[in-house]
C-alpha cells in the first residue's frame, strides 16, 4: 500500500509578508507621484489666507488700532497696513510685519478678485462678501460685518 502525501499549494507566512511589505513601499513612494498636488495647493493658499485675515483682526484688537488688507485681483500676496493711533476714522499708514511673507507661493493660484477691508479696534470690519482664490479650484472668502472671516460656504475650507 503506497501513501501518498498530498502536497500543499500556496503561499508561506513569510512570502505574504514580504509581498505585503513590497506593496507598503510601492503605495507610498510611486501612488503619490501620479495624483496631482494642485488641489492640495490650492486649499493650502486659502488656509493661508484665511489665517492672515484672523491675524489682521486680532492685531486690531490687540492694538485697539485699525488694520487695513489689501490684495489686487491676479495677485497672491496680501498687504497689510496698521494705523497710527486709535480711533475708527483713523487712516491705516504704517506697514504691518506681514505672516504673509513667509508664504510659500504657487504658481497658477491667485486671487480671483479685489479685497480691500478695515478691521476696527473692536474687531468689526468692512464686509467683504465675496473675495475669491482661483486655483485648481474656487474658493470664496468672506469677511463679515462682525469681523468673523470664513470660506462660503461656511465648510468649505475646513
Same mark, same amino acid.
Given at each position: 500500500? !503506497?501513501?501518498?502525501? $498530498? ?36 486649499? %493650502?493658499?486659502?488656509?493661508? !489666507? ?19 488688507? *489689501? $490684495?489686487?485681483?491676479?495677485?497672491? !500676496?496680501? !498687504?497689510?497696513?496698521?494705523? $497710527?493711533?486709535? %480711533?475708527?476714522?483713523?487712516?491705516? $499708514? ?12 504657487? *504658481? ?12 476696527? %479696534?473692536?474687531?468689526? =470690519? ?18 463679515? =460685518? ?13
Amino acid at each position: 500500500m !503506497t501513501f501518498y502525501l $498530498a502536497r500543499q499549494r500556496g503561499f508561506t507566512l513569510v512570502e505574504l509578508v514580504t509581498i505585503m511589505i513590497l506593496m507598503g513601499i510601492l503605495a507610498a513612494v510611486a501612488i503619490p507621484r501620479f495624483a496631482g498636488t494642485s488641489a492640495f495647493e490650492t486649499r %493650502g493658499f486659502a488656509d493661508q !489666507t484665511v489665517a492672515s485675515l484672523q491675524y489682521a483682526r486680532k492685531m486690531a484688537v490687540a492694538a485697539g488700532r485699525n488694520v487695513c488688507v *489689501s $490684495a489686487s485681483s491676479g495677485g497672491n !500676496t496680501l !498687504t497689510m497696513t496698521m494705523a $497710527a493711533t486709535r %480711533g475708527q476714522s483713523t487712516a491705516c $499708514a504704517s506697514v504691518v510685519s506681514n505672516p504673509v511673507a513667509n508664504w510659500k507661493t504657487y *504658481s497658477g493660484i491667485s486671487y480671483g478678485s479685489a479685497l480691500s477691508t478695515i478691521f476696527y %479696534g473692536d474687531g468689526s =470690519a468692512i464686509a467683504a462678501p465675496g473675495f475669491t482664490i482661483t486655483g485648481d479650484s474656487t474658493y470664496t472668502l468672506v469677511v463679515e =460685518a462682525t469681523g468673523y472671516v470664513h470660506c462660503n460656504p461656511v465648510g468649505n475650507c475646513s
